[in-house]
């Protein structure tokens, strides 16, 4: 017999809970996207302010090279980031192994226990994903393409909620709720990122580049974690003792968020998304630990394989690594030295 688990206040899975109407969703995403293009044409705003004000300083003194001057020569392919743990997490993550094995040059603004909804509704972190854009099209390496990961953790957060009790009438997820979470308050906060993203590239180097976006493969809620767990206490507490079924639920939900995340082109009408399957690279059968460091977080070589996916995805979108200009030879006859394969992240809260 399992050993008894410490109950929390929890939330109960209602009818009378009931979500927006599934018709309102669409109207709900483009009013997002209308936000997120409302808000790019503020922010270019304040940065073409930025810029005169900048002009009348008195000029930098002159340096050799500039970075960026050092990454176009070498054929360095600059990407700009923004998400959770995915990408920036103890070992190994997305950004590490881009940088590492595909020679990506990553900036990434990641932070552990980021929410796509916060991020989404707190202007001075869009802020800073887009400046971070905006610098490297000043310093003239302009990135070929924005990754952003995100939703795990409001998932995580408030699943819960979601859940009939095992021991109720009905077994399961209360797919009103389900559908209004996913579909209404993570798809709306979607649309306005890749909205004011699409929007500020477009202004800023004349045509969009690709926005990729990845959704999560299906975890095991087996209790491992850091400090706790992320999943099972919380399917623990509605009854769900078993771990098979636990892993058919969380299958299920993350099911439905990967759906909607692959409309997310087509009901934004934003032609630059480009939407990642994870799924097929992470095993949740018998030998699931092999990719698996917890319930949340692959191993380093699972991330190995999810990284391959988003890579492939990138070279068929044309967002390659080109051939350098300048030969490791001159490179080294003119003193720049190899070309840098380092992450660089900034993490915020």
Same mark, same amino acid.
């Given at each position: 017999?399992?050993a008894k688990?410490?109950?929390?206040?929890?939330?109960?899975a209602?009818?009378?809970?009931?979500?927006?109407?599934?018709?309102?969703?669409?109207?709900?995403?483009?009013?997002s996207?209308?936000?997120?293009?409302k808000?790019?044409?503020?922010y270019i705003? /304040?940065?073409?302010r930025?810029?005169?004000?900048? =002009?009348?300083?008195?000029?930098?003194?002159a340096?050799?090279i500039?970075?960026?001057?050092?990454?176009?020569?070498?054929?360095?392919?600059?990407?700009v980031?923004?998400?959770?743990?995915?990408?920036?997490?103890? /070992?190994?993550d997305?950004?590490?192994?881009?940088a590492?094995?595909?020679?990506?040059?990553?900036?990434?603004?990641?932070?552990?226990?980021a929410?796509?909804?916060?991020v989404? +509704?707190?202007?001075?972190?869009?802020d800073?994903?887009?400046?971070?854009?905006?610098?490297?099209?000043?310093?003239? +390496?302009?990135?070929?393409a924005?990754?952003l990961?995100?939703?795990?953790?409001?998932?995580a957060? +408030?699943?819960?909620?979601?859940?009939?009790?095992?021991?109720?009438?009905?077994?399961?997820?209360?797919?009103?709720?389900?559908?209004?979470f996913?579909?209404?308050t993570?798809?709306?906060a979607?649309? =306005?990122i890749?909205?004011?993203v699409?929007?500020?590239c477009?202004?800023?180097m004349?045509?969009?580049i690709p926005?990729?976006?990845?959704?999560?493969?299906?975890?095991?809620?087996d209790?491992?974690?850091?400090?706790g767990?992320?999943l099972?206490? /919380?399917f623990?507490?509605?009854?769900?003792?078993?771990?098979?079924e636990?892993?058919?639920?969380? =299958?299920?939900f993350?099911?439905?968020?990967n759906?909607?995340?692959?409309?997310?082109k087509?009901?934004t009408?934003?032609?630059?998304?480009?939407?990642?399957?994870?799924?097929?690279a992470?095993?949740? /059968?018998?030998?699931? =630990?092999?990719d698996?460091?917890?319930?949340?977080?692959?191993?380093?070589?699972?991330f190995?394989k999810?990284?391959?996916?988003?890579?492939?995805?990138?070279?068929?979108?044309?967002?390659?690594?080109?051939?350098?200009?300048?030969?490791?030879?001159?490179?080294?006859?003119?003193?720049?030295?190899?070309?840098?394969?380092?992450?660089?992240r900034r993490r915020?809260?």
């Amino acid at each position: 017999m399992p050993a008894k688990r410490k109950n929390r206040k929890v939330t109960m899975a209602t009818p009378s809970r009931a979500a927006p109407r599934a018709q309102s969703f669409a109207e709900l995403t483009l009013k997002s996207v209308q936000l997120g293009r409302k808000d790019a044409d503020r922010y270019i705003a /304040g940065h073409k302010r930025k810029s005169k004000m900048s =002009k009348s300083a008195p000029p930098a003194p002159a340096i050799r090279i500039t970075r960026a001057q050092f990454l176009s020569l070498t054929g360095q392919t600059s990407l700009v980031a923004k998400g959770d743990s995915w990408f920036n997490y103890i /070992g190994s993550d997305i950004l590490r192994v881009l940088a590492r094995n595909y020679h990506y040059n990553v900036d990434g603004i990641a932070a552990t226990g980021a929410r796509i909804v916060q991020v989404a +509704n707190d202007g001075k972190q869009l802020d800073a994903f887009c400046d971070e854009i905006a610098r490297q099209v000043h310093q003239g +390496n302009p990135p070929k393409a924005v990754l952003l990961s995100g939703g795990g953790n409001d998932i995580a957060d +408030n699943f819960e909620g979601f859940l009939y009790h095992r021991s109720s009438a009905q077994m399961g997820w209360n797919d009103t709720l389900v559908d209004g979470f996913i579909n209404g308050t993570i798809k709306s906060a979607y649309a =306005k990122i890749l909205a004011k993203v699409d929007s500020i590239c477009t202004q800023l180097m004349g045509h969009p580049i690709p926005i990729l976006i990845h959704g999560y493969a299906n975890p095991v809620p087996d209790g491992r974690g850091i400090f706790g767990n992320w999943l099972m206490d /919380g399917f623990w507490n509605q009854g769900y003792v078993n771990l098979s079924e636990r892993t058919e639920l969380a =299958k299920q939900f993350i099911g439905k968020l990967n759906t909607m995340q692959s409309k997310l082109k087509v009901d934004t009408k934003i032609g630059s998304v480009l939407y990642v399957d994870l799924r097929p690279a992470l095993s949740s /059968g018998p030998n699931y =630990k092999a990719d698996w460091t917890n319930e949340l977080h692959p191993t380093p070589s699972g991330f190995e394989k999810v990284t391959k996916l988003i890579a492939d995805a990138l070279s068929a979108a044309g967002v390659t690594i080109p051939q350098p200009l300048l030969t490791t030879q001159l490179q080294t006859a003119l003193g720049l030295g190899q070309q840098p394969q380092s992450v660089a992240r900034r993490r915020i809260r």
